[in-house]
């Protein structure tokens, strides 16, 4: 195989989303999807269902039932970790896994709430704990990949409305300060690479804006991001609108982009 196909997918509950997920697998054909928000302890992960398409899964999730993230895969990985330095409290929230040519991060990073808020503190925490993560523990100069529900919008192109949403903990400017910096250790933003000034490009929709696909009323928050030996290898990187329009769907879509091995 010539190329590797990978998703990311804020599946808002990975139990009720199944029914969108395995049709669009089984149709697109990925070599990985990462998903994050699963919202399901472990003991209850629904594994039978894709191990049944032929896929490999790990995964580390909550007993709240809260956070959650997953990484399926053809390939089994080689060996995977989850949490930012082993603190158990992070474990629903980061996954890295080595495979045979590249290493995955597949992270679901906190949404903050509110910028006068100790979550939105948490959050950009977090975002400084994880630049020491790749730091410490990745070479810019191998082949890594960043992906999943960063919950930053970048720029004011990534966002439906932004001179509303400056002090929104997705749009925050210390927030896309902490994620440009981390993106500055050498990550290329994939999506960007091919889209690089073209607005209306969203992957989040609020269930609480009404109409809010059809009015194209979104965010691009999800992202896959790519050290430049990884990114030279890339051929497309896209939004596939359709899972957000299927019935009782994820407030998020997928976020698609393949590579050549």
Known sequence: MDKIKIATYNVNSIRIRTRIVIPWIEENKPEIMCMQETKVANDKFPVKDFEEIGYNIIFNGSKTGR????????????EYFFGLHNEPKDEDRLIMAEFSNFKIINTYVPQGFKIDTEKYQYKLKWLYRLMEYFNNNFSMNKDVLWCGDINV?????????????????????????????????????????????????????DYRVRDSVKRNL???????????????KSKYCNIDIEPRLKERPSDHTILVAEFKK
């Not at 091919?194 to 969203?202: K, L, M, S, T, V």
């Not at 691009?220 to 030279?232: F, P, S």
């Open 153 to 205: 919008a970048p720029e004011d192109i990534d966002i439906h409305n932004p001179k509303n949403q400056k002090n929104h903990v997705c749009f925050h400017k210390d927030v896309k300060q902490a994620y440009e910096k981390i993106k500055s250790l050498g990550f290329i933003d994939i999506f960007r690479k091919y889209h690089p000034r073209e607005p209306g490009q969203y992957t989040f929709f």
């Open 67 to 78: 956070n959650g993230v997953a990484i399926l895969s053809k390939e089994k990985p080689k």
């Open 218 to 232: 979104g965010w691009r928050v999800d992202h896959i991001l790519a050290t430049k030996t990884m990114a030279e």
